[in-house]
Structure formats: C-alpha cells, structure tokens
C-alpha cells in the first residue's frame, strides 16, 4: 500500500517493527499464549519486513462471490461491501503477488486435462483454480523499491507502541526502539497493517480503544482449518495436484456451488489400498479404467464466533504493551456441516459411478488433537455495515476514528475458503485508492 | 447407522454368526481354461453368475461384503431388486441400482470404503462364486445385532503383514475400545471368529488374543471382524474390521543393501523451516518431524544430524519431537531412521532451516 500510495504521489512513512532479514531483538514481542483448541500462534507469525509473506507458501484466489455475501453467519453480517467493489483491485494484487494470469475459471484447463477431471456435470459442486505467487517475499522483493522511492521513509526496528488521540481522531504517535528510544509522528491518516492478532492487540492496548465501541475488537478470530475426511478412488492421474496442467501452474480443486459451507476439496494420490485395489476399478461394471486412490483434504471456511478472541495478559512485553492471548473457539459443530459436505460429494460422486470413496474420519477431532490450521488469521478487527457488528467500516476505516484505518485479514468479516493474501493486497490496493482520493486525488479512469 | 437402517429395513434382525474371511483359497469354483466349454447361459441369473465370476480385486471386499450382506444368496436378493424390465441389459440396471442405492442412503461401510447395497450384494455374491470366502452357516446360539454399548473409538484397525498389532507381550496382539458407559462384564470382543480375553477398565474395554491366534492372523493379508458380543444376551454389536495389509517393499539402504527391518518410505516432512521457528509446532511449543513409512520396528528411533530424537512409532507412521528446534542455525542438516536393535540406519532426507 506504501508503494501503491507513492505511486500517486502520496508521501508516506512506513514504520516497521521487525529488521530488514529477520526479527532481530524483537523476536520475543510476539511471545504470546493460548487457550481453547490447541493453535500454533507463535510459530505462525514472522515480524520483519514484508510480514508473514517470508513463510508465505503462494497460494492464490480472490475470493468467489459468494463469499461476499451480507448474509448472517453465526448470527453475525457478512461484508458490506460486494466483490465487485474488489475486481479491478483484484487485477492491481495479483500484479503485485507476481501471480501471472488474473483467470480462475476452468478455461484454463483445456482439451484432454479438462475432459481428465471428475465429471461434475450433474452435482452440486464444481471445479476452482488456485494459482501460485512464486511466492512474492514482499520485504526481500520490493526493498529496493521502498529505498529508491523519494516519497517512502522506511524505518525499521522502530515499533508503534502508543496512539495520541482524542475521541474522533489520531493526532500522532509514538512509536518506540526496544533499547528504549522513542519518537512522535504526525500524520493526516494512520494505517494499522501489523497482522491479524497485532492488530487488535495494538488497538486493545490503547486507552480508550479505538473501534471497540461494540466489544467486537479482538473477537471473531478465524482460520482455514483443515480435516482429512477419507480417500478416494477414481481414474488415474486426474490433474488435480498442483503441476499437473501443462504450462499452467495451477491447482483444482472442488468445491460446492451453493451448499454451506463455502469449503473446498484437494485431492493428491497416495498409496493403493488393500480392500478396494486398482484392479477393482478396472472392472467393466465398475468404471474399466486404471485408478488411483486420492487423498482428500478439506480447506473449511471459518465460522465467526464472538468467543474466539484476542484478548490481553498481564504480562508485558519490552515495549511495555500487553502481551496477546488467543483462546481459538472451534466447536464440534463447527465440523458437522464440514462433514455432512463430504458425505454429499461421496453419494453424489459414486451415485454417478465417477468414484468410490473411503470415509476415515467421521467426527469432529476431539478438543486435544491437532487440527491442521492454514496461518490465515482473519475476523479480529471485522468490517461491517454498523458499528454494532464490527470495528472497521467498509472502508477499513476504524469506526470511531476519522483518520485510523485496519489493514489485512483482520478486517474480514467472513471467508470462504480461498487463501487471504490476494484479497489483502487487493483490500490495500482499495485502500490506497481511498486514501488518496480523500486527500484530493482523482479517481482512475 | 445405514447398515442398521437397511438390515430392519429387511426384517433381520437375527443372523448368523459367519465365517470373516479365508485367504488363500483356491478358486477351484472358477471352470479353467482347459475344462471344455460350456453353453453360456443368457438368461438374467446366468449373466450376473458371469459378471459375479468375472469381477477382480475383491479378495478383502468380498469376503467383507458376504459379513455384511449376511444373505445365502445374495445375487438372487440383488436380481430380484434391480430396477427396470429384464429386457435391459443387466449392467445397466446394476449400475442404475447402485446409483439409487447413493442416492437414497442405501450403503455399506467396508473398513471405511462406502458401497452401495446393490454393488455388496453382487460382491458377495462374487466372493461366494469365486470361492473366496466360505457359505454363511448357522451357530449354535444365534446372535442379535444391535447396539447395545455406546463407542467412542476403537482399535487397531490396521497392521501389516507378519506385524503384531499393538502388542502387549509375549507375541500377544490386542484391542482396545473406549467406551461412554460401562460395558456388560458379560461383553466379549470377538475377532472373525475368535472369542478373545476381554479385560475392563474405567472407559475402555481391552482384549487380546494369544500368540499362535496373533500369529495365524497376520500371517498372511486379509480382513477380519471386530465385533464385541454380550455372551448373556447374544447382543453383538460390530466395531470394524482388523485389516492386514500386504507387506510394503523393504527400504534400498545407503550401502545398497535391502533393509530387513524398514519399509520404503512414503513421505517425510516437514523438509525445511526457518530458523528459530517452532516447525510443525505441536500443542506445547515444541517441534516434530512426522515419516509416513509403510513398517518400521518398534525400536526405530529419528535423528537430525546424529541427534537422537524422543521418536513415536505406529503403523506407517513415525513422529519425533524436537525440542531443541531454536538452537538449529541456518543450514542442512541429514535425517535417519536407526533400528536400535539391529543398527540399522535409513537415510530420510535432508532437511533445511533457512
């Protein structure tokens, strides 16, 4: 967004917490503690330039129509804003994720690939293309960018620790060296992008929290969590696994049209089993094709729930801000709609005689087993409509603040099951967009 | 809960207690090439008698389909229920069974595998054809299949050949089941057709069984029932199946030898981190390597770099932890899998901290 914002003349100061390379000394102000499901938070966050993208694995897709949807989940609204208002922001972040085509729909897998892949024609589901970021490492790729742009000052190892503010606005800042220096910065807006759980940790930290006018600051944590449901068994060598669509370097995935939830299905080979081998597919009755048995992995489209919170300890840390808490609330029925979903894709696809499937996992994990989580932490600062629902408008702009605005995944109110990235830097685009606009831009043609 | 759902469906509710499965049968039912050839019959029964013979790979989900189905005959009980006039040809109204049979929730699980009723029938009917498993026969004391404990969990379900299940000592395979309530003293849990000590604790249930009974089972590839049976009411209540896998190739070792202890590895992971990070972060902080492999002794253990870790060892699956994971720099750092018993070492891979 600094650069986006430069690139309109606009002068920015980008202030970063972490090193150029690493986290430097700063590694521990991350330290934080959980409760609820068990939640690798440390290990999911990185603090240097260019963010979490250092670990980031590539993976891209705006996020469908459908998930822009107001509609209520667990009670609460969805986005106010629909993914028209994101489409050419959408074109801006894949440029800037290196991503090289802005095409997600299945003609871009043709001829023989195409007619390879499960028949769908007559189900309730269909196919989704994610493509792949080489992955852009944002610090490492566009460094020289921020050091030569006369209208960026970066800093680093330079921490916001404090907000002076009156009830409406944001009159500046301080922002701290953890061998105890500090400095104030003024500015006419300021843009909170410290990830997911800093955020509202920075937020809550502040007296007289900004945006928490509801009690929504910090709550709504989300993630992309997985479960592997069963395998199963179809013809061979379908090109699902990423690498297997000639020049296309892409993956396809299944996903439901209109059923809740909003999750997908990857499919990768694996092992022939004992009980139903490939010679049982090879049947003329059966399918008289050579198969494989794939395995099936769900990405599952979070929930929001008001429990599942950021909250702050009694701890502090170097810079004297408390340190996060997050207790993940996963329920159990959080998992019956994720397993009611695999239970239609194998009676609608071996009804059809496309496949057999095998079902391993048929309830929820119990609270003290793993569950696989994607690093996508999303809902704590959520957008919304009114702030009743929400701390940030539809502009990212938190709701008692004139002049402080919430950058990234935090702002989602909701999401299906597409990876967060493109949509933030597609939300940083727009919001660059905004903020010059209300400084006096013009609008793009 | 379909299976029960279609078994009061049909009326059944008393069946026999029946042979789990027999491997290595001969298929002497099957005419061979060299028996003179005989007039094909044509009519509906004939034709399914020729699909039923004809159909491959059913050596474990035959047998498992003849458990289920629990019919003498069950390809007269699959003609009788196809659809559509007999002019159509077989197959396809077969197919259109099978297809109702999703449509409609009409299903067998088969250790995981969901078949439709109409395609377990015909198997079993195969099975029977093909002589892989033997005809249902009737037990003294019939046994009354409904539910009568509540399960949380159970197993094993799996091992492979020539591995005891989760053994207990002295060659002994054994089960467990975890149990919301209490279970009947009178519960036993019964393996084909082996009644096995059944021992009881606070939420479980544990049996096991004796060591020429372990050995006899996983001599060889197969599939057997696991069902618990209160001896005093005749309620019998199936878990599953216990299924012996056919044992994966033996692992190439570094010096070019076979390894006699270790399976090919499958997969490994995770093969980089960065440095500092907690990779694979478990529930209290620390970091793990997970190797898929398809046997390993219980004696194996993982190291990084010559480091041993405290290593996990289930059926195709090992699990280290690392606890010492914010002291590796930056670098490449060599995996192995050692058998302390017998010394010997497999190269995993190489994994890298960035």
Redesign the interface.
């Known amino acids: 967004m600094a650069l986006e914002l430069a690139n309109r003349g606009r002068s920015v100061l980008l202030v970063e917490g972490g090193g150029v390379e690493g986290p430097g000394a700063g590694a521990l102000i991350y330290e934080s503690s959980t409760s609820g499901r068990s939640y690798p938070l440390n290990g999911s966050r990185l603090r240097w330039l260019g963010g979490t993208s250092n670990h980031w694995g590539g993976w891209v897709r705006p996020f469908d129509e459908r998930d822009f949807t107001d509609q209520p989940a667990n009670g609460l609204p969805g986005w106010p804003i629909a993914l028209s208002e994101l489409s050419t922001h959408y074109d801006s972040a894949a440029a800037w994720c290196e991503v090289g085509s802005d095409q997600y729909g299945m003609e871009s897998v043709r001829g023989h690939e195409a007619l390879s892949l499960l028949n769908l024609s007559d189900t309730r589901f269909s196919h989704r293309l994610f493509r792949f970021s080489p992955p852009t490492r944002f610090g490492r790729r566009y460094r020289r960018a921020l050091e030569e742009s006369e209208l960026i000052d970066c800093r680093v190892n330079l921490n916001f620790s404090r907000l002076n503010q009156t009830d409406s606005e944001v009159r500046s800042a301080v922002a701290a060296t953890l061998d105890g220096r500090e400095c104030q910065i003024r500015a006419t807006h300021f843009v909170i992008a410290m990830g997911g759980v800093e955020n509202p940790r920075f937020l809550l930290n502040q007296q007289n929290a900004p945006g928490n006018q509801s009690d929504f600051l910090g709550r709504c944590f989300m993630d992309h969590y997985g479960f592997s449901p069963g395998a199963m068994m179809a013809r061979a060598r379908m090109p699902y696994p990423r690498g297997q669509v000639a020049s296309e370097d892409v993956m396809v995935v299944i996903a439901p049209d209109s059923m809740d939830p909003h999750s997908c299905f990857t499919l990768s080979p694996t092992r022939p089993d004992d009980v139903l081998p490939p010679d049982y597919w090879a049947n003329a009755l059966i399918a008289d094709e050579e198969s494989t048995l794939y395995r099936l992995g769900m990405i599952n489209a979070p929930t929001p729930h008001p429990e599942s919170r950021i909250t702050l300890t009694d701890e502090r840390d170097a810079l004297g801000l408390q340190r996060a808490h997050l207790h993940w609330h996963l329920p159990d029925s959080d998992f019956d709609p994720v397993i009611q979903l695999y239970q239609t894709l194998m009676a609608e696809l071996s009804g059809s005689g496309s496949a057999r499937f095998k079902w391993t996992k048929r309830s929820p994990p119990a609270e003290s087993d793993h569950v696989g989580v994607g690093y996508h932490h999303m809902g704590t600062t959520r957008m919304s409509a009114s702030p009743d629902t929400g701390v940030v408008d539809a502009n990212c702009r938190v709701w008692d603040r004139d002049n402080l605005f919430v950058l990234g995944s935090s702002v989602f109110p909701s999401a299906g099951f597409a990876n967060p990235t493109l949509t933030i830097a597609a939300l940083a685009s727009r919001l660059g967009e905004h903020l010059d606009l209300s400084l006096g831009g013009e609008a793009n043609a | 809960m379909h299976r029960r759902l279609l078994l009061k469906s049909a009326g059944m509710t008393l069946i026999g207690l029946q042979t789990a499965f027999l491997t290595g049968c001969d298929r002497a039912s099957i005419p061979s090439e060299s028996e003179p050839a005989q007039a094909i019959d044509l009519s509906p029964r004939g034709r399914l008698e020729q699909?039923a013979a004809?159909?491959?790979?059913?050596?474990?989900?035959g047998p498992?389909c003849v458990d289920e189905a629990m019919e003498s005959d069950p390809l007269s009980v699959l003609l009788d229920d196809l659809p559509g006039s007999e002019s159509r040809p077989i197959?396809e109204r077969?197919?259109e069974a099978?297809?109702n049979d999703?449509?409609n929730?009409q299903t067998f699980?088969?250790?995981?595998?969901?078949?439709?009723r109409s395609e377990c029938l015909?198997l079993a009917g195969a099975a029977l054809r093909q002589g892989l498993s033997e005809p249902t026969r009737e037990r003294d004391q019939d046994l009354i299949f409904e539910d009568f404990i509540e399960i949380e969990r159970w197993g094993p379900d799996e091992t492979i050949e020539g591995e005891i299940f989760n053994e207990v000592g002295d060659g002994r395979g054994a089960f467990w089941v975890r149990v919301a309530e209490p279970a009947p003293a009178s519960t036993r849990l019964v393996l084909g057709e082996t009644m096995l000590a059944t021992h009881f604790g606070t939420g479980v249930v544990t049996a096991s069984l004796d060591p020429d009974q372990t050995q006899a089972i996983i001599s060889k590839?197969g599939?057997h029932r696991v069902m618990l049976v209160d001896i005093a009411t005749n309620n019998a209540q199936t878990l599953g199946h216990l299924?012996v896998?056919?044992r994966?190739p033996f692992a190439q070792l570094s010096n070019g030898r076979q390894s006699e202890v270790f399976c090919e590895i499958?997969r490994w992971g995770p093969d980089y981190a960065?440095?500092?990070?907690?990779?694979n972060?478990?529930?209290d902080?620390s970091a793990a390597f997970w190797v898929r492999i398809g046997c390993a002794p219980n004696s194996a253990e993982l190291e990084i770099d010559g480091r041993r870790l405290r290593t996990n060892v289930r059926t195709g699956l090992i699990t280290a932890r690392v606890p010492f994971y914010a002291d590796l720099r930056k670098g490449d750092y060599p995996i192995d899998l050692i058998d302390i018993d017998t010394g010997e070492r497999l190269q995993v891979g190489v994994f890298r901290i960035l």
């Open positions: 699909i004809n159909l491959q790979g059913i050596e474990f989900v498992a197959e077969i197919v099978m297809s999703y449509a929730a699980d088969i250790d995981g595998w969901q078949l439709s015909l590839p599939i299924t896998r056919a994966p499958e960065l440095e500092g990070q907690a990779f972060e478990q529930p902080g």
